[in-house]
């Protein structure tokens, strides 16, 4: 079976800062990962991936996110946060082999506040 | 803007109504998607249509029923919900769904379903 951890439920710091959002997964298999970012009375809207290749990966909005193989994480940054960024990150994880029947799984969410 | 289009934006309904909720994508995604999303929780699978074909149901009592007339098109028909069925109902789409499984699923901004 395949999990996403994302160990904090709330991550608060003041703008102009630098921000990381953790993510750790788990799978039989290689990764896909994906980090979405979900603002209130919205839909998730897709930040980023990582497929294959290089390990840092940049995205919409600024956001980056580096792969770990070793730690089997993928965290997302961005070097100065906006209080625009304020919202709700979900990592999500499909294994790349097929296992738990391709399905995309998430992590509970990171409330991120951006104070000003 | 998101392109893929879900309406009602907000529904109630009483627990002996029928109802039904649409999406539709104009992306050519073969590849489509209903979630359940309650408040600050990730969103959960329910279905999965695979080139209009359903492929996946994650054991979804019988009072939600699916439906996909068309490649663009998804309807979700509702009967005699319960209150615990009040949540922000998502639908996704992606290109393809096991053969293209590094395709981010694009999310359209949901349902507010409240059952009375």
């Known amino acids: 079976a395949q999990s996403v951890a994302q160990p904090e439920d709330q991550v608060n710091v003041a703008e102009g800062n630098p921000l990381t959002v953790k993510c750790t997964y788990s799978?039989?298999?290689?990764?896909?990962l994906f980090w979405y970012v979900q603002y209130p009375n919205r839909g998730l809207q897709f930040l980023l991936k990582?497929?294959?290749?290089?390990?840092l990966v940049k995205g919409s909005y600024g956001f980056e996110a580096e792969f770990n193989k070793s730690q089997t994480s993928f965290h997302l940054k961005k070097p100065s946060a906006l209080v625009s960024d304020s919202a709700l990150y979900f990592c999500?994880?499909?294994?790349?082999?097929?296992?738990?029947?391709?399905?995309?799984?998430f992590g509970k969410g990171t409330l991120l506040t951006v104070n000003p | 803007d998101t392109e893929v289009t879900q309406t009602p934006k907000h529904l109630v309904m009483g627990m002996t109504n029928k109802k039904s909720l649409k999406c539709e994508q104009h992306?050519?995604?073969?590849?489509m998607y209903w979630y359940k999303q309650k408040a600050k929780k990730p969103p959960e699978l329910m279905f999965v249509?695979?080139?209009?074909?359903?492929?996946i149901n994650e054991s979804v009592p019988s009072r939600f029923s699916p439906e996909c007339p068309n490649s663009s098109l998804l309807n979700l028909h509702l009967h005699a919900l319960q209150p615990e069925d009040s949540a922000l109902y998502l639908c996704?789409?992606?290109?393809?769904?096991?053969?293209?499984?590094?395709?981010?699923?694009?999310f359209g901004d949901g349902t507010r379903l409240s059952i009375l």
């Open positions: 799978v039989s298999g290689n990764p896909y």
């Open positions: 992306m050519g995604h073969r590849a």
């Open positions: 996704a789409s992606s290109p393809r769904d096991r053969e293209y499984s590094n395709q981010p699923q694009h």
């Open positions: 999500a994880v499909r294994d790349v082999s097929g296992g738990s029947n391709y399905k995309l799984t």
């Open positions: 249509y695979s080139y209009e074909k359903l492929s």
């Open positions: 990582y497929i294959t290749g290089d390990n």
